[in-house]
């Protein structure tokens, strides 16, 4: 019942930006990473960035310098700044919430339909 809606994904030229914005439709509670992963034709999913409510993140190699998380904890809403954006950056992008199971050492993700994000000239 509870989704995650993500949007800002589109075309955009070589060095271009796009804010990627995901949100909640419902309540999820105990959320303790929110991040990022894309996954091109042909590729696994890959990590692309996360964040945890203590704001602490971490960058795939490939987007350090040109990418950034940031995050709503009251809201559970997490962005992707992404400039100088490079073909190679062209993936669906799916955003994905991590919260504790209550009661339990378990972890429940949640994950987003997916955003395509299309870099070329």
């Known amino acids: 019942q509870v989704q995650l809606v993500e949007s800002g994904g589109g075309l955009v030229q070589p060095g271009g930006s796009l804010r990627l914005s995901c949100s909640a439709s419902?309540?999820?509670?105990?959320?303790?990473?929110m991040g990022w992963y894309r996954q091109a034709p042909g590729n696994k999913r890959e990590l692309v960035a996360t964040v945890t409510t203590e704001g602490t993140t971490d960058y795939a190699d490939s987007v350090k310098g040109r990418f950034v998380i940031t995050r709503d904890n009251a809201k559970n809403i997490v962005y992707l700044q992404m400039n100088s954006l490079k073909p190679e950056d062209t993936a669906v992008y799916y955003c994905?919430?991590?919260?504790?199971?209550?009661?339990?050492?378990?972890?429940?993700?949640?994950w987003g339909q997916g955003t395509q994000v299309t870099v070329s000239s």
């Open positions: 419902g309540r999820i509670f105990a959320i303790y990473v």
């Open positions: 994905n919430h991590k919260a504790r199971i209550p009661g339990s050492a378990g972890v429940f993700t949640y």
